[in-house]
């Protein structure tokens, strides 16, 4: 079952999604985090963040909505913490995100220096704070610029996570990879919001969060189909994967690999059933995984 | 901390809204200790979508026992849907109600509250209990707590015993005893918590722990989705938690 994302090959092609996995460790009594694909961990600032005032989720119809605010201990603990995963034998692929170009570039420079990191993933759904706020991922020109400043200082390979909350993913996406992404994870949360109609508040503190959850599998599906058209880079999908069927969908539009994000919470050991299960379905299948990719028929 | 497979065998109703659950595990969770939980999760629903966390009542071998008052969908359905049925449960996680070696140990405890605290004499040596409903119609579990402990019962309305807020009969106690070398194990809605608080405060009483509760998607500090607001920072519940001293949550 392994697959390439460009220059580098994984065991398989399941991975959680930066955010429902913490760093990784915390999840390590429910299966050995070898196995995976690879490991991506909770997305890491330059300086701690404390993340939004609480509630911070809150639970909707076939998912989630979330304004954790992206809270994280910062680079420097972030560091020390990567020694603990000394012993893992699988792709370290560490999110990172800023909120000017200075410090996704500090951060890229960094990070790529650390030798437990096997690749970095670029969270671009980042409000530009020098830009008035504006997010990094929904401006096509501000994105090619972005990713080849840290591409200059970054000697591991460079995964873009797009934000769906924009006008034409594949425009961004195309972007991507002319600054020289070696691919790009489809996609992030969708914006979204509920109301108490009780108290006649938001559910949120923050007003709106990101939607995550089986709900949102079929628009992140054609957010793939669309993108694995016009790219040549690998397309990584992203979104509502809950059950092995889900997965064999987003391979079969074209999708190298898989991330798994809201259900690490509904089933902590979803990853590791589903790679078993692949394996299963692609043995009585008589199919390899290569045979499984890209093969939609439309 | 284990994922298993659970069926729920048994189901008794206590009152009109309460009901215990018996749940067969696949794999023992081991141990538990006053104030820990669990979290349950619905295989393959999309309402209710995130797992839900439960105070252990009882956790004996490879049973499970949760006491639970249907406030949601997810509660309504473990309370409603046919025997047998099957769940994912997770645990044993979050910390639990600490052990002093001075002072005398009382409980108090604010309607469904009583579920994590119920437990404690099998722990620690409990000097009093005060627990309190609402009303005659939404108390449970009272024979048990007879049998079990020194026991002071109210209901708001007096429609069971003694009248009043159980707050007030534990204030009542603290004047009686006139010092401050006392433990004090508390569970209920947070106004609850916090009106025990207050009265601690009042007393000079350092040992206040309670169980708090919150929504949570995960239970083990990954999803960052239980923090609650302290004048200390943001807290969260299932790692660090659930049971505090009051003086960390409230200031």
């Not at chain 2, 026992?65 to 025997?83: D, M, S, Y």
Request: glycine residues 10%.
């Amino acid at each position: 079952m392994k697959i390439k994302i460009g220059d580098l090959e994984l065991k398989n092609p399941f991975m959680p999604a930066s955010g429902t996995f913490g760093y990784g460790l915390e999840y390590s009594d429910f299966g050995d985090l070898s196995r995976l694909g690879a490991l991506v961990t909770k997305g890491v600032s330059l300086t701690p963040r404390k993340g939004n005032k609480p509630p911070r989720i809150c639970e909707v119809s076939g998912g989630m909505l979330n304004s954790i605010g992206l809270e994280n201990i910062g680079l420097e603990e972030f560091k020390t913490l990567l020694c603990d995963l000394k012993d893992i034998d699988t792709a370290i692929v560490v999110n990172f995100f800023g909120n000017t170009f200075e410090e996704y570039i500090e951060l890229a420079a960094q990070l790529s220096k650390q030798p437990k990191v096997t690749a970095l993933e670029m969270n671009i759904s980042c409000p530009n704070i020098k830009q008035g706020g504006i997010c990094f991922g929904t401006d096509e020109n501000t994105v090619q610029h972005l990713v080849s400043e840290v591409k200059k200082v970054s000697e591991k390979p460079l995964w873009v996570k797009l934000t769906p909350n924009t006008g034409d993913i594949t425009t961004i996406a195309v972007a991507a990879e002319k600054g020289g992404a070696d691919a790009v994870v489809v996609a992030n949360t969708y914006l979204g919001m509920a109301v108490d109609i009780k108290q006649k508040k938001p559910k949120l503190a923050n007003i709106y969060g990101g939607f995550s959850g089986p709900a949102i599998k079929p628009l992140t599906m054609y957010n793939v189909f669309r993108c694995v058209k016009v790219l040549t880079i690998p397309v990584i999908a992203c979104g509502g994967v809950t059950a092995l069927n889900d997965a064999i969908e987003y391979l079969i539009v074209g999708a190298k690999a898989i991330q798994v994000g809201t259900a690490n919470f509904t089933n902590p050991a979803i990853l590791w059933e589903l790679i078993e299960k692949l394996k299963e379905y692609l043995a009585a299948e008589n199919l390899s995984i290569d045979d499984l990719i890209g093969s939609l028929k439309v | 901390m284990k994922l298993t497979q659970g069926v729920v065998f048994n189901r008794k109703k206590l009152n009109d809204k309460t009901f215990e659950i018996h749940i067969s595990l696949t794999d023992s969770l081991g141990e538990f200790r006053s104030g820990n939980f669990v979290m349950l999760s619905f295989e393959n629903y999309l309402t209710p979508f995130l797992p839900r966390p439960f105070s252990i009542f009882d956790l004996t071998g490879n049973v499970l026992k949760l006491v639970f008052r249907v406030v949601g969908k997810g509660t309504e359905l473990l309370a409603t849907t046919k025997l047998p049925f099957s769940l994912k449960v997770w645990g044993v996680l979050g910390n639990s109600f600490p052990n002093f070696d001075t002072g005398k140990n009382v409980v108090v405890a604010g309607g469904l509250g009583l579920v994590p605290v119920f437990s404690l004499n099998r722990f620690v040596n409990i000097e009093r209990f005060f627990v309190g409903y609402k009303n005659a119609s939404e108390a449970f579990l009272l024979k048990e707590l007879m049998a079990n402990y020194n026991l002071t019962v109210s209901t708001d309305d007096g429609s069971l015993y003694e009248k009043g807020f159980i707050t007030e009969h534990f204030e009542r106690y603290l004047m009686e005893l006139g010092n401050n070398l006392l433990n004090v194990y508390a569970c209920g809605p947070e106004p609850f918590i916090k009106r025990v608080y207050e009265i601690g405060k009042k007393y000079n009483l350092n040992n206040i722990y309670a169980s708090f509760e919150t929504v949570m998607a995960c239970g083990f500090g990954v999803c960052l989705g239980c923090a609650v607001e302290t004048p200390y920072g943001y807290v969260k519940i299932c790692k660090k938690g659930p049971v505090f001293n009051v003086k960390e949550i409230f200031g």
